[in-house]
């Protein structure tokens, strides 16, 4: 594997990413299925939460029930895309060992580690998009308290403005100009967090380190990479977003041909299926890349290159992938 040794540019990381998951797609794509069946049952539940508060007529006095069904449902799922990342990480160390990788033991060796990756990951996303997220508690929370009568799943079947509280009104519509203004700098502070942490996954994986250390190798290696990276994640992004407009290109006619109401509970559903799809597909492949980015950065910082030769030389003891401080070969 000595090939692989040396420092790549972007298009070589991209190619081997690429090389990587097609020779292996079965592994990788059904790791990264089991995940997405995960939230496909996490998005059906909460269908049937919402079908139970009386979608698409949703009582006024509900509205916070739903805004809190949306919120933990968006915790959730980020929560199992962070567990499919390290699932994936973990069979492209095992990949690149030589060692047997199957769908099961990566698996399994996230669930042996659950605790720490959880909470590396609840680190990561309140530091990153805490702000934004406030954001939209605080917008939701004005529009709900100004106007109670305020539909969020159908905003066209609200109460007229006729009916309407003139100051409270007024004060729904400063704060939807806040929130509009700071939107802008919230989503671009997180998107540079987020790359900054995007490699703590891959170092939490495979050094087996405590969260707070991995932010911290995380912080480390991104340095000087995180333009990379951030093609990588728009590159899947572009991907992601074409294959969902195919899978849900019926749900989009639909919305299309009834521009302003509610979506049927059926079509919302197909729409779920369309997305289990789509994370099965393209999921693994943002982690290959973060993996990949993560070993390359160890070869331009910190020489892991000459660590492996001397290790194959028997200069320094052999580890696994599997045992604690493993690292394997790229």
């Known amino acids: ?62 509205q916070w029930a739903y805004a809190v069904s949306l919120g933990i449902n968006l915790l959730l799922i980020s929560l199992l895309a962070g567990l499919s990342i390290a699932a994936c990480t973990r069979a492209v160390a095992w990949t690149y060992l030589g060692e047997p990788a199957t769908v099961r033991s990566a698996v399994t060796s996230v669930f042996s580690q659950l605790r720490r ?7 990561t996303m309140v530091r990153a998009w805490g702000p934004l997220f406030g954001l939209y508690v605080l917008l939701f929370a004005t529009v709900l308290t100004a106007m109670p009568g305020m539909s969020l799943v159908a905003p066209q079947a609200s109460q007229s403005a ?11 519509v400063v704060g939807i100009l806040i929130f509009g203004i700071l939107i802008i700098p919230a989503s671009i502070y997180g998107v540079i967090m987020w790359l900054r942490y ?29 333009g990379r990276i951030f093609v990588l ?12 407009i ?32 789509e994370n099965a597909l393209i999921g693994p492949i943002y982690s290959i890349g973060l993996t ?39």
């Open 162 to 172: 006729s009916n309407m509280n003139p100051a409270a009104a007024a004060g729904a």
């Open 233 to 244: 994640w728009l590159l899947v992004f572009v991907v992601r977003l074409i294959l969902g």
């Open 198 to 226: 995007s490699l703590a996954m891959p170092a939490c994986v495979v050094e087996r380190s405590p969260a707070g250390y991995a932010i911290q190798r995380s912080t480390s290696l991104s340095a000087g990479s995180r």
């Open 1 to 62: 594997m000595d090939n692989f040794l040396r420092p790549l540019n972007l298009g070589e990381i991209l190619d081997r990413t690429a090389e990587l998951y097609r020779t292996r797609f079965l592994l990788f794509a059904g790791i990264s299925a089991i995940f997405a069946a995960v939230m496909l049952a996490v998005q059906v539940l909460d269908l049937g939460v919402i079908t139970l508060l009386g979608y698409p007529h949703i009582p006024p006095h509900l």
């Open 292 to 330: 990949l980015f993560y070993y390359d950065q160890r070869i331009r910082k910190e020489g892991y290159d000459i660590e492996w030769m001397m290790q194959a030389a028997g200069l320094l003891p052999q580890q696994s992938a599997s045992e604690p401080g493993g690292s394997p070969t790229i």
């Open 246 to 277: 195919l899978l849900s290109f019926p749900a989009i006619v639909l919305m299309i041909k009834h521009l302003g109401q509610p979506m049927p509970i059926g079509w919302m559903a197909f729409s779920q299926f369309g997305g289990f799809v």
């Open 117 to 123: 990756y959880l909470w590396l990951m609840t680190i």
